[in-house]
């Protein structure tokens, strides 16, 4: 078998370790390391010297660990056995990552659970060669970046999905505004990421997420809208007011269905009044006139409320009841009916005053 004189390797694109295919060595061989690779000599599974780059002549001096172990005497055309690995030390800075299915995420204001989508970019090199060899390429001649991104594909995506939650979870991030915190929520994979790659000898670096979103397809990306619009009105408004604000606009709705129940109420409180009205008629014309006889039901009274600054209404006395029955606050707008100079407090119109429990009488007693 020919004894090797020159040991090298002319690095190839995308690969990243590469073994010699020769283990027939001879003290006085050369070995050529070129820039951006590391070599060392590998005997009996043991790492013995590591060469940084450069041009060497094999002697007992420069591989004192191989030079033990083979034990061997110096000279000319001594042979001897041992690997010799290659291994590329340069960044890789354009590796693509994508989640394959949305990762089902809890939006942590609005309680709205979205499925989002994930991609970016990333880079890596190796600083561990030694401990890479050993954990990943094992005894192939050859590894390249494509059968790393195959190995790390996997395991990088379960990774992520527990981050990813993990950060938008704890710092409460809407999906919605998540395309403003990419930066942060990069650097804080990057962060976690990087202990498991050291792991296998792997450096980590440059790990950018492009983008995290919905699908535009998707029911609860419009759900998750409406939920901030309403958001945004209880902000402004108050939940209070929002509150009276909602109250009346289903007075009004129920108002304006003639066919809907809200109406079918309303028309049957007409219904009772028309019913009582004729009643009063007929009696009066069956009774004497006197002093004894009750005044005339008055007609019904029409009332404006200011609500968020703006004028609703009219209402009757039964749908301002209501509203109060619903909501006590409503007692501390302003309202106006006819016959009144300005805008005062509901709550000093005495038909819709509240009495203290104090000026009630007692239970009676059984």
Known sequence: MAIIDIVKYEQQEGVIVHKFPSCDLRWGSQLVVYPGQVAFFVKGGTVCDKFTDGTYTLKSNNVP???KIINLPF???SPFQADVWFVNLLQRLSLK???ETPIQLEDPKYDIIVPVRAHGQYGFKINDAEKFVFSLVGNMPNFNETQLQAYFRGLLLTK???????KIINDKISVLEIPMHLEEISSFCQDKLTPFYADYGVEIMLFNIISINIPEDDPSLNEIKKAKNLFARLKIAGRDNYKMERS???MDKAAENESGAGAAFINAGLGLGASLSMGKQMGNQLMPDGNDVPP???TSVSYFLAVNGQQQGPYNVQQIRDAIAQDMNVLNLLAWKKGMKGWQPLKTFVEFATKDSSECPPPIPE
């Open 75 to 77: 000279g000319g055309d």
């Open 97 to 99: 990552w994508g989640t």
């Open 296 to 298: 005339p039901i008055p």
């Open 248 to 250: 009346f606009d289903v």
């Open 160 to 166: 992520l999905t527990s981050i990813i939650s993990q």
């Open 65 to 67: 660990l191989l030079n």
